[in-house]
């Protein structure tokens, strides 16, 4: 029903920055928030940050806050997540994902997702 597709994951040095992009297409009308994930290997799947798309409030774990900044472009369908400040740790795989059965709030903090993109590998190495 909705596609979610992650880009601009790449290979970037400890302090550098990068942005990564998620693009939403299908069908978008009902879609009220977007949540960033990642998975080291050998690590259990991350929950890092989350936006209400209606009105822009952001939700950020505490190993990202202060570093990462999410925001969205609704006339886009296209949510960002800017990283800076990486560490070697931040290294993974980063999906975006939703759940269209939730208001952004309730996704946001319950982060109960059932639709998710494909990944992006993020490589933080000197």
């Known amino acids: 029903q909705v596609q979610l597709v992650e880009s601009g994951g790449d290979l970037v040095q400890p302090g550098g920055s990068l942005r990564l992009s998620c693009a939403a297409s299908?069908?978008?009308?009902?879609?009220?928030?977007i949540g960033w994930f990642r998975q080291a290997p050998g690590k259990e799947r991350e929950w890092v940050s989350c936006?209400?798309?209606?009105?822009?409030?952001?939700y950020y774990g505490d190993s990202v806050k202060g570093r990462f900044t999410i925001s969205r472009d609704n006339a886009k369908n296209t949510v960002y997540l800017q990283m800076n400040s990486l560490k070697p740790e931040d290294a993974a795989v980063y999906y975006c994902?939703?759940?269209?059965?939730?208001?952004?709030?309730?996704?946001?903090?319950?982060?109960?997702?059932?639709?998710w993109g494909q990944g992006t590998q993020v490589t933080v190495s000197s």
């Open positions: 994902a939703t759940n269209m059965a939730y208001g952004a709030q309730a996704l946001c903090v319950g982060r109960t997702y059932d639709t």
């Open positions: 299908g069908f978008t009308l009902n879609l009220n928030a």
């Open positions: 936006i209400n798309l209606s009105t822009g409030t952001a």
